[in-house]
């Protein structure tokens, strides 16, 4: 009798404890809703992705979201929901939102000069225009350089990355000249980490990350152990669609303040000009990391389609994941098909074309390579080691060696071997150091997924596509065979980075 209010009150505890833990899931969670409860036709969704997939090679992943709620969300396999990508320029506007709330916190001042911050690291005489050199410059593109100076950064043999830039020459006064300049965004991440003794991932985990639900971030570093800023972040699609609907909401997050609004103002607004051309996205103004966009919208994005958009006209945001070359295309086609598909009203429900939204969402997939699974030459080729010729890739080998049911690509550098599970008319997974194949698909020395898949396309040719699941990119790749099977040509393109692909003849011993 005694023992019972006790584990009454443990037991209400343990209740009270996994309401909360449920409670955190659905905040970090962007509920989700018909497309017409929001005020949007399934119909022009389901077009809008239809006419993606054949405008855009390749779309990745896309979250949609309008009166906070998603409305349509899907991945082409082999990417999945679940996967981080690179973000590429995009990881800039975190950048800017980490200063923000350093600024908020009043560590520090936007219009406090960037040499303050590296008092060993200024040259002994610095120029009158980088004395003029402002945090708020490097917010927004303005801080005078003539050339982007990113791989006077990353090339140019000093590991003290801010010693680099400020010796680099300032060609015009700060605030007058609009260039972008991935290393002023790194900049800003060094001044953060001097600041705070952390860097940007560490400080924007429990500020940013944590409240939002990003659970699986990373970002790289300079050789110093500074986040590199400008780029190298890694998070879902989810979580650019959560970042995205929380400067919608001007900095508010499940009821509590994350970011002041008045820096979602300031970082969304129009800080410099930056072309004329009315019909492009590219020339409508930029803020503190954000690009403005037409239709009174702003965005954060990232080479090879990496997209973060915000339209408060609408009261909408659209993160889209991709490997592509052409951007704009992308812009275009949100502006044609889901701009004016958004009313301001709920619609009447359209069961059946909210079905077939959801049906079209749920398959969406690059196809396998088709062809055969046995070729008549396997048998002389598997296993075997084809010497290559001089090339700019610096492959020194190849070779396909076929099991049974299980196929993998070998292709070997002076730094070792790199090897490719292939699947037939399915996606198999293995990783891969694209640095050591001298593919320079991003500044990581990391392990890359891939799923790859291949087949038999004509008697003598095995064709290979090698996602980077990871990445914007795709390897493909094709093998084919001399009849005798003593020589191959390979043919290799990383798409969308290579237009052409390079062809290497090999021979065997």
């Known amino acids: 009798h005694q023992e019972r209010p006790v584990k009454l009150r443990s037991t209400s505890i343990a209740f009270a ?47 949609i979201v309008r009166h906070g709620h998603v409305i349509a969300q899907g991945w082409w396999s082999p990417y999945q929901r679940d996967g981080t ?22 560590k520090i001042d936007i219009d406090a000069p960037v040499l303050s911050f590296f008092p060993d690291d200024g040259p002994k005489e610095p120029s009158a225009n980088l004395k003029a050199m402002r945090v708020r410059d490097l917010l ?36 007058t000249h609009f260039r972008y300049n991935t290393g002023a965004t790194y900049m800003c991440s060094a001044i953060l980490q001097k600041i705070t003794g952390k860097t940007v991932l560490e400080y924007l985990t429990p500020r940013l990350f944590k409240p939002l639900g990003i659970e699986k971030p990373t970002w790289e570093n300079d050789p110093k152990g500074v986040n590199v800023g400008g780029w190298g972040l890694k998070v879902t699609t989810q979580d650019i669609a959560r970042f995205g ?82 951007m704009q295309k992308t812009l275009n086609l949100i502006w044609e098909h889901l701009l004016p598909a958004m009313k301001d009203g709920a619609l009447p429900a359209n069961k059946s074309a909210a079905d077939a939204l959801a049906k079209k969402l749920a398959s969406l997939n690059h196809p396998t390579v088709k062809g055969d699974a046995k070729s008549a ?31 993998t690509l070998v292709l070997t550098t002076e730094q070792g071997e ?35 898949s291949g087949a038999w396309t004509s008697g003598d040719t095995f064709t290979i596509r ?43 011993k």
């Open 17 to 63: 404890f996994l309401l909360l833990a449920c409670a955190t899931a659905v905040a970090a969670e962007l509920r989700t809703s018909a497309p017409e409860a929001q005020g949007v036709p399934s119909q022009s969704v389901q077009t809008f992705i239809e006419t993606l997939e054949k405008e855009v090679d390749a779309p990745h992943g896309i979250v």
């Open 377 to 407: 030459l396997a048998a002389k080729v598997s296993g075997k080691v084809f010497t290559l010729e001089d090339n700019a890739a610096k492959l020194k080998s190849v070779a396909l060696a076929i099991d049974g049911a299980k196929t």
């Open 245 to 326: 609907q929380l400067y919608l909401q001007r900095g508010e997050w499940e009821g509590k303040r994350l970011l002041s609004a008045n820096w979602v103002a300031l970082a969304s607004a129009a800080q410099t000009d930056n072309g004329t051309n009315p019909d492009s996205d590219w020339n409508q103004g930029y803020g503190f990391q954000f690009w403005r966009c037409r239709h009174n919208g702003f965005r954060g994005d990232g080479a090879f389609g990496q997209f973060c958009i915000v339209m408060p006209d609408q009261n909408a945001v659209i993160a889209i994941t991709a490997g592509q070359g052409d």
């Open 466 to 508: 090698a996602w980077l699941t990871e990445t914007p990119f795709r390897l493909d790749v094709s093998l084919k065979f001399s009849d005798d099977g003593r020589s191959v040509t390979l043919s290799t393109r990383m798409h969308p980075m290579q237009g052409k692909a390079m062809e290497i003849k090999g021979t065997a």
């Open 140 to 175: 927004s593109m303005n801080t005078g350089h003539h050339n982007d100076t990113l791989a006077a950064l990353t090339q140019g043999g000093d590991d003290n990355w801010p010693r680099r830039f400020l010796s680099l020459e300032v060609e015009h006064h700060p605030g």
């Open 418 to 452: 790199q090897r490719f599970a292939i699947g037939f008319d399915a996606w198999a997974t293995s990783d891969v150091m694209f640095h050591k194949l001298g593919i320079p698909i991003a500044a990581t020395t990391a392990m890359q997924p891939v799923a790859a």
């Open 85 to 106: 990508h690179m973000l590429y320029s995009l990881s800039k506007s975190f950048t800017s939102t980490a200063i923000g709330m350093l600024a908020d916190e009043g």
